[in-house]
């Protein structure tokens, strides 16, 4: 078992920027890729962001793209999501994945562990 608890989120202006941080802890890997979810209220969980456990692939939504940056610390077990130009449509609860078995980065069926999640709100 993995858990994975994220931290950093808050309320913030439009414009403005926050850096999402996921611990994980268990039974950690540099082998498990990691991601990035959001669910705004009354929506379905979308895909934000992802990262190939080598760090050689990223994989983006395109209502991010060139905004937002993933990034991992191995010796940490720590994922980031730096989050710049937020816009108040990026207002959601922020969800850290892993995962080791294949299958699209898009879906949340692909992922198999999921944190508690952390509310960013911008306001505008």
């Known amino acids: 078992q993995v858990q994975l608890v994220e931290s950093g989120g808050g309320l913030v202006q439009a414009g403005g920027s926050l850096r999402l941080s996921c611990a994980a802890s268990g039974r950690t890997s540099s082998r498990y890729s990691m991601g990035w979810f959001r669910q705004a209220l009354g929506k379905e969980r979308e895909f934000v962001a992802a990262?190939?456990?080598?760090?050689?692939?990223?994989f983006w939504a395109d209502s991010v793209q060139g905004r937002f940056t993933i990034s991992r610390d191995n010796a940490k077990n720590t994922v980031y999501l730096q989050m710049n130009s937020l816009k108040p449509e990026d207002t959601a609860v922020y969800y850290c994945?892993?995962?080791?078995?294949?299958?699209?980065?898009?879906?949340?069926?692909?992922?198999?562990?999921w944190g508690q999640g952390t509310q960013v709100t911008v306001s505008s």
């Open positions: 990262m190939h456990w080598s760090g050689g692939s990223t």
């Open positions: 994945a892993s995962r080791t078995k294949g299958g699209s980065y898009y879906y949340s069926a692909s992922w198999s562990y």
